[in-house]
């Protein structure tokens, strides 16, 4: 038995860690972070960490020196540390889907070595890297132009998940870093409104579609590709020969490109071991390459790296994501908490927490273990968050004086990005609430506090804040392609070490295949009121009824 599953094949429940970490959750039942804070003045700058540019404090989370200890205890008797080395490696981690992981692979350093089957396979990474630059170059330049002779100046990315949501996520994210003159759209849903909402201002003659998709099977982005096709050439009175100027494709099966028409050289490779929520940084990312252009991306990458070489070599003490990571299993396994809110005060990372839905949910949303046994602890949480300060005029009220306790990542920048200068006075102002909501949920308002405001006794309640609320406060300079880079990475590996504790496959996903399968199985139910069996009566009724209200 490996050293890796020898560590895992005791139930994480009945491990001594557990029980240890369960009894230490009881004798902290009636601290406050109040107390944390009087009992220890250095708390503040004690419990910060740094990794490149990220600054991290988690002083307002709900532990101590000894919730710490126990977490590092849990994290190494998992066998969280070679499962790390076992997926830098390359070796199949992967289990259900026997695949390596090797996303890591994709911002290694052209120096580097990584093996797989006795392949290294960096070489054949910034092999693409290389031809996306060229085409990107091209692109960029307008020495590409599109069937008629004119410069391309629209890009339509379409895919869906990991194929939409990283590159449509950054492209917001690095917005003041993107050629301005190209416009850039991402369509991912099979509603027809999306693609049609793209392209109905767009010129065909300048508009380049990417169809990105790992397996080119996907119903939603063949379906949405099919379409961009028959708009494209319908737009062009062009036959089949247009698209060669039109379209390329990001894929790992080039058989499915070119049995769609697209030219295998008009191909960016990637391969089975990077996953498709783990792909935005492969080949994936061109619409962003375009957009920023290639330095920008390289940039991104060692980003990536920096934060990669950290979890992988920074000691448990001082390993930011191995952090995150413990703090979620402590939240999820000792404090009932059921969600996790990311709220970036960034108007440029609006995208960036449903990018970690898929991240976060699609990997640890799993009910039974690496051997398919059920599992009785709670594995990955809802993940939700929009950009403050809108949620504070939303949702806080909740955090704040709701009845149940959500963790938070606060993320913040010092300074606004370079374009926002003139705009003198927002960002301070921004920042301000991005302190000031850490502080009234981690220490509220005492009943004592609202009365001394004057507040009459029967409000005293209503104003009073329990506080207690756990948040993590991330602080970067500025938002960078590099800072971007740096904090995806932080949230893979975070993810990954919640995955090795709870000891699932954080890498496959197949619970959104029973959906697919049934959707395929409904629509001649629909389009042809074919009696489909294996309906149950309430969606049979539904499709009745939807048959009669679309008039057929
Ligand atoms: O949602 C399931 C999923 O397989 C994701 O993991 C993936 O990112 C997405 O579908 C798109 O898949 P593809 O890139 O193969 O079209």
């Known amino acids: 038995m490996s050293e890796t599953n020898a560590q895992a094949s005791t139930r994480l429940d009945q491990r001594p860690e557990w029980h240890a970490l369960a009894k230490h959750r009881e004798e902290l039942a009636d601290v406050h972070l109040r107390d944390l804070f009087d009992r220890d003045p250095d708390r503040g700058s004690r419990y910060t960490l740094q990794v490149g540019d990220l600054h991290l404090d988690y002083s307002k989370q709900l532990v101590t020196d000894e919730t710490l200890r126990l977490l590092r205890e849990l994290a190494a008797a998992t066998g969280v540390f070679p499962l790390r080395d076992a997926m830098f490696r390359g070796e199949r981690i992967n289990v259900t889907e026997n695949r ?37 170059d091209r692109i960029r330049s307008g020495e590409w132009t599109g069937y008629t002779g004119r410069r391309i100046r629209n890009i339509v990315n379409i895919g869906i998940g990991g194929s939409d949501l990283g590159p449509a996520m950054a492209y917001e994210v690095l917005r003041t870093h993107t050629d301005r003159d190209l416009t850039v759209r991402f369509v991912s849903n099979v509603d027809g409104a999306d693609l049609y909402e793209a392209v109905r201002d767009l010129d065909a003659a300048e508009t380049l579609f990417i169809i990105a998709s790992k397996t080119f099977t996907t119903i939603e982005t063949i379906t949405n590709a099919t379409s961009a096709r028959q708009w494209l050439l319908g737009e062009l009175g062009a036959g089949d020969e247009a698209v060669a100027k039109h379209f390329v494709a990001l894929s790992t099966n080039a058989e499915k490109v070119s049995d769609f028409g697209i030219d295998p050289q008009n191909m960016f490779e990637f391969w089975d071991w990077v996953g498709g929520r783990y792909s935005f940084d492969s080949a994936i990312g061109l619409s962003l390459m375009l957009a920023i252009g290639p ?16 979890f992988r070599t920074a000691p448990p003490e001082q390993n930011v994501p191995l952090l995150l990571g413990l703090l979620g299993v402590w939240y999820g396994g000792f404090h009932d908490a059921q969600s996790h809110a990311v709220l970036p005060y960034s108007h440029y990372l609006s995208k960036f927490t449903a990018y970690l839905q898929q991240l976060d949910m699609e990997s640890n949303g799993k009910s039974v273990d690496r051997d398919g046994n059920p599992v009785s602890w709670q594995t990955g949480p809802v993940v939700w ?6 949620g504070q005029h939303a949702y806080y009220q909740l955090l704040h004086q709701g009845t149940k306790l959500i963790p938070a990542d606060f993320i913040g920048f010092a300074r606004p990005v370079e374009e926002l ?44 804040f329990r506080g207690n609320h ?7 300079t500025e938002l960078t392609p590099s800072v971007l880079g740096q904090l995806i990475a932080l949230y893979e590996h975070k993810v990954f070490v919640q995955g090795a504790i709870w000891n699932i496959d954080s890498f496959d996903q197949w619970g959104v295949e029973l959906g697919k399968v049934l959707a395929k199985r409904v629509e001649p139910a629909l389009t042809e009121g074919a009696d489909v069996p294996g309906l ?12 009669e209200l679309r008039g057929r």
Do not use: C, W
Request: charged share 15%; no cysteine.
């Open 295 to 310: 330095n920008a991306f390289r940039e991104m990458l060692a980003g990536f790296h920096l934060v990669d070489e950290h």
């Open 385 to 390: 968050g929009t950009p403050g300060t809108n």
């Open 100 to 136: 390596a992981v090797l996303h890591t692979a994709l911002r290694a350093p052209q120096s580097a070595t990584i093996d797989l089957d006795g392949q290294n396979v960096v070489p054949g990474v910034h092999a693409v890297l290389y031809k996306m630059t060229q085409f990107a």
């Open 470 to 476: 756990p948040t993590t406060t991330i602080l970067a």
């Open 421 to 464: 200068g003139a705009l003198a006075g927002h960002h301070d102002l921004l920042m301000a609430n991005f302190f000031a909501q850490t502080q009234a949920l981690a220490f509220g308002k005492t009943p004592d506090e609202v009365r001394a405001e004057g507040v009459p006794e029967e409000l005293v309640p209503h104003k009073t």
């Open 536 to 547: 149950d009566p309430s969606t049979k009724a539904l499709v009745a009824r939807y048959r």
